[in-house]
């Protein structure tokens, strides 16, 4: 391929990769099931993507660098003080449930596709993982019971380093005993890259963490160290023993996780970004290269060993691993149903099949198409109906119309509970004990904490929460709450009340208006004067508008003296109101106002004559 050629391959792959992202995005789909497709469009279906043409000899090393950096990010999520805190069903489905679906599917691999035994176990690791970056997209779609949402989060969580350092001792083992001559050189073999693994990733993970946590770097060269020292390790450990690379920096990510005094926070996010980037190309890219025509002229077997993966070993997997709990039957037959495979299984596999081919074992070409034919059935059968399934069990939660309330003052529990009375599920979250106390006697749903802590990041139950209203009065926790949920919210759904130093301030010392959310009501309203006309007796009044008493009659009753908050539709959907909002309530709608006290005892019993909620 010429220089030009190359150039428009790589402009291709952007642009796609771009697309099938933002496509998932919007579908709230799982970005791999549209890369999948394109890499197959692309490639084996027209012919138009060569990726053995367009690198060359350089394929294998790109594909495993950046197999290597995956898993450093996956095991930079590993944290082993909140082993305990996961619960004994994550626990079990990582060790005992993980130990069976190996078995079953390595066993199923062997006899029913006449796989060696090296070959089927090899495969069995490779699709026992699940991810999550497959699991966190139908999360959002499913939307489970808190209860079956947290373990799937935490078993994606916690699966994908396991299996891809399981995966990469038993490919040890086999490229050991394929290489020595006979057993003891092949077991010597396979420890020296498990030793070896392990120093690399043990040295590199605590020299790594003295230079971050002694500051010898300025902040902004951090993710470069981190980089060129994942790169260093895996190289170095390949150069001492071969194939021991992966080990090292999976082993490298959890050493740095866990070592005490070093933040990885910045790191994670900056891995997470380099990770979309390279699963969007690395995808499109495998996809390309995969061969239909090895994969159909497996004929049925394919369909029984994805039938087997989803109807046997998975539900085993959870039944081992539940029983003795307090989940009911609905619950685990969901838990049962939803177990996709994803980025670690493709990528891992390609590079596995590409180094056992050249060593010449007999299956290993198998490996990718028999991988990709699994994610490809799980992803899609299960994004197409784990959610009817979900409502059908009952363990569905609602559309996520709920309230993330930072603050837990006077303000954000007189708005709890007004929300509350529009059947909204709301969350108060509050660093001040005497705050979570009151919010507590008053029946509120709270979470004591800072909900941008890396404690929140873990155990702050998002479910069915899907607006952020930031009521502090220190108006720096509204900004970084505001900046911390524009992902899961969305910019347009994070509203806030400016605090009275902010409402003082110039441009110069305020947070722009990029990182605070909306302003919340019809009129321009502080907290410092929300908290004032409520101390001096004005009250939150829901009504229900009717034919007799619409929109115009009441905006004539109250005037400037009722500042709108929030309005219910007649489907159930809550709408916040901000200045200038262009709101046109209807007849069945009901309205939630801050109204001042000299109108309150009038407005009340107009309220109560006209279908007070």
């Known amino acids: 391929m010429d220089e030009q050629q190359i150039l428009l391959a790589f402009t291709v792959i952007g ?49 495993s660098m950046s197999v290597a950096l995956i898993l450093f990010e996956g095991s930079l999520t590993l944290h082993l003080s909140e082993w305990r805190e996961i619960g004994s069903v ?28 090296d070959m089927a176990l090899l495969f069995g690791t490779l699709t026992l993982v699940t991810g999550p970056t497959v699991i966190v997209p139908m999360l959002r779609v499913v939307r489970p019971k808190a209860s079956v949402s947290n373990i799937l989060r935490w078993e994606g969580i916690v699966i994908d380093p396991i299996g891809a350092l399981l995966a990469v001792v038993v490919y040890s083992f086999i490229i050991a005993s394929g ?36 500051q010898w770097l300025p902040d902004y060269l951090h993710n470069l160290a981190v980089l060129a020292t994942v790169l260093g390790v895996f190289i170095g450990a390949n150069q001492v023993m071969h194939e021991s690379g992966l080990l090292a920096v999976t ?3 959890m050493w740095l996780a866990n ?21 969007s190309g690395l995808f499109i890219l495998l996809a390309a290269r995969l061969d239909l025509g090895a994969l159909l002229a497996m004929g049925p077997a394919v369909l029984l060993l994805l039938a087997v993966i989803q109807f046997v070993a998975r539900p085993l997997s959870v039944a081992l691993s539940t029983f003795g709990s307090s989940l009911n039957w609905r619950e685990r037959a969901l838990l049962a149903w939803i177990s996709p495979r994803g980025i670690v299984a493709a990528a891992v596999s390609a590079t596995f ?24 059935g799980t992803v899609v059968l299960q994004s197409a109906t784990a959610r009817p399934l979900a409502k059908l069990l009952k363990v569905a939660e609602p559309a996520p119309s709920g309230f993330l309330i930072v603050g837990a003052n006077s303000v954000a529990r007189a708005i709890g509970k007004a929300l509350q009375q529009l059947n909204c599920r709301v969350l108060l979250t509050d660093s001040s004990w005497e705050n979570m106390r009151a919010a507590r006697m008053e029946n509120l749903p709270t979470y004591f904490g800072n909900p941008a802590s890396q404690h929140a990041e873990a155990h702050l139950d998002l479910v069915g929460l899907g607006h952020l209203l930031a009521l502090s009065p220190a108006g720096e926790l509204n900004t970084l709450a505001s900046m911390r949920f524009r992902h899961e919210f969305g910019a347009t759904r ?3 009340l400016a605090s009275g130093q902010e409402s003082r301030r110039g441009d ?33 009044y829901n009504t229900t508008l009717t034919d007799g008493f619409g929109w115009n009659d009441y905006q004539a009753l109250h005037g400037t003296r009722a500042t709108l908050l929030f309005a219910r539709d007649r489907e159930g959907w809550v709408h916040v109101a901000t200045p200038g909002h262009n709101l046109q309530p209807q007849t069945g709608w009901t309205l939630v106002s801050l109204i001042e006290t000299q109108t309150a005892n009038t407005a009340g019993a107009e309220h109560n004559s006209l279908q007070t909620t």
């Open 179 to 214: 290489d020595g001559d006979g057993w003891n050189h092949g077991l010597g073999t396979f420890a020296g890259v498990i030793l070896c693994g392990c120093l690399f990733g043990a040295t590199g993970g605590w020299a790594l963490g003295q230079v971050l946590r002694r």
């Open 494 to 496: 994070l509203f806030s």
């Open 251 to 253: 082993l490298m990510g």
């Open 353 to 376: 099949a590409i180094r056992l081919s050249e060593s010449g074992h007999d299956g290993a070409q198998l490996l990718v198409p028999l991988t990709f034919a699994v994610i490809i």
């Open 259 to 279: 070592m005490k005094g070093v933040d990885v926070r910045d790191i994670l996010h900056f891995k997470e970004n380099l990770s979309v980037l390279l699963i």
């Open 90 to 117: 994550v626990r079990r489905l990582v060790t005992v449930g993980a130990l069976t679906t190996w078995a079953t599917i390595a066993v199923t691999t062997h006899y029913l596709l006449d796989f060696a035994w």
């Open 15 to 63: 642009a796609a990769s771009l697309a099938c992202q933002w496509l998932a995005w919007r579908l709230r789909l799982p970005a791999i099931l549209f890369l999948l497709i394109s890499g197959i469009l692309a490639g084996p279906i027209l012919g138009w993507l060569d990726p053995q043409a367009l690198f060359g000899p350089l394929l294998f090393p790109i594909v």
């Open 508 to 540: 110069k010392h305020r947070a722009s208006d990029e990182h605070r959310g909306r302003p919340l009501g019809s009129q321009p309203l502080t907290y410092p004067h929300a908290a004032s006309r409520l101390s001096h007796g004005a009250e939150l």
